[in-house]
């Protein structure tokens, strides 16, 4: 069997309410029991026994016996809850301060729309090349570099497919966090020393015009040169895995210190991420001291970000508007 409580009957209080109104408004429930009350009151009641009943089950035996005894009439009638009331405004009460110490989960940030940087350096060994220089070995160089502004963000796509180029990205950030550039064939790596030093064989590279062509390396991580100068592009995921892939189909590629040396390869490093490189040539032959003078060029009219760097250590970056555009 099931046994059933009798729900108590909620009670209408006689005493003014601090937040209320002097009266109730017109036409509202409180409004009605008092003008019943009032009626039955002063004995206007067309119907007695019908308002007692009434006005016993809103406001209760002992405040009407109240009034019948000549207390003066109500200015406000507000209900008081019943137990259920008071214990489900508890419940809400406790939940919204449970919910408050709780702390708001936080959303995940999506990653940035570029959330790499591709960088072009060139270094100088004369102020301007000549023959003599070439003969000499004194080109200077030219190379590029990525960076990813969060290493922790590395995607696991870039592990996958280029996992030197993660190690270094994901153990570094700035401007030199992944460094690689072409050479002619002149360097090995040491295992030792964990460090590529002069390689026994090496071939160097031609002056010879016709004959200029030689075995080429892509050197990576190439830390053999300090940059004069830099320019450098905010990219995409996209942007610079095709930077990679470039980079990995040069690796068997032919040096040729007029038609494809460093500059070139930096150069075009650039081009596959869709970004203007800085001008790089001189009478059609690219050079490393064409690149510094384009660098310099784009730095004194504030096009795009560009960093002069002295013998001293201190440098200067200008930020202007990025070129996007392919040339």
């Known amino acids: 069997m099931y046994a059933y409580q009798k729900r108590k009957q909620p009670q209408l209080s ?6 209320q ?23 206007k009641s067309p119907s007695p026994q019908e308002d007692a009943l009434y006005l ?25 809850p019943d137990d259920s009331a008071v214990a489900e405004a508890q419940s809400q009460e406790s ?3 449970t919910q408050a110490r709780e702390p708001t ?23 301007k090349i000549s023959i003599r220089a070439l003969q000499e070995g004194a080109v200077g160089h030219a190379w590029v570099s990525l960076e990813w502004k969060d290493p922790k963000q590395v995607p696991e796509t870039v592990e996958k497919r280029f996992p030197k180029h993660a190690k270094f990205l994901k153990s570094s950030r700035g401007p030199f966090a992944d460094p690689f550039g072409f050479w002619p ?26 004959k200029s062509y030689v075995k080429g390396q892509v050197l990576h991580p190439d830390r053999k040169h300090s940059p004069k100068a830099s ?73 795009g970000t560009t960093t ?9 970056t200008v930020q202007g508007s990025d070129e996007d555009a392919k040339k």
């Open 14 to 19: 006689l005493e003014r309410s601090p937040s």
């Open 21 to 43: 109104s002097s009266s109730p408004l017109p036409g509202s429930p409180l409004h009605s029991i008092q003008q019943i009350l009032h009626r039955f009151v002063s004995g």
């Open 56 to 80: 016993q089950r809103t406001i209760g035996n002992q405040a009407l016996a109240h009034y019948i005894q000549g207390a003066k009439p109500p200015l406000q009638l507000q209900r008081q």
């Open 95 to 97: 939940s919204q301060t």
């Open 105 to 127: 989960p936080s959303k995940k940030s999506s990653p940035p729309a570029k959330p790499a940087r591709l960088y072009i350096h060139t270094d100088i060994d004369v102020p």
């Open 185 to 210: 064939y002149m360097w090995q790596y040491n295992e030792a020393i964990q460090e590529f030093v002069i390689a026994p064989d090496r071939v160097g590279y031609s002056t010879n015009p016709f």
């Open 231 to 303: 320019q450098s592009w905010d990219i995409t995921e996209g942007e610079a895995m095709r930077v990679m892939e470039y980079a990995e189909s040069k690796k068997n590629a032919k040096y040729s210190v007029f038609f494809f040396n460093c500059t070139t390869f930096a150069k075009e490093a650039v081009e596959a991420a869709g970004k203007k490189p800085p001008s790089s040539t001189t009478a059609g032959i690219a050079y490393p001291n064409a690149l510094y003078e384009g660098i310099l060029k784009n730095y004194r009219a504030k096009k």
């Open 308 to 316: 002069l760097y002295q013998s001293n250590g201190q440098q200067t």
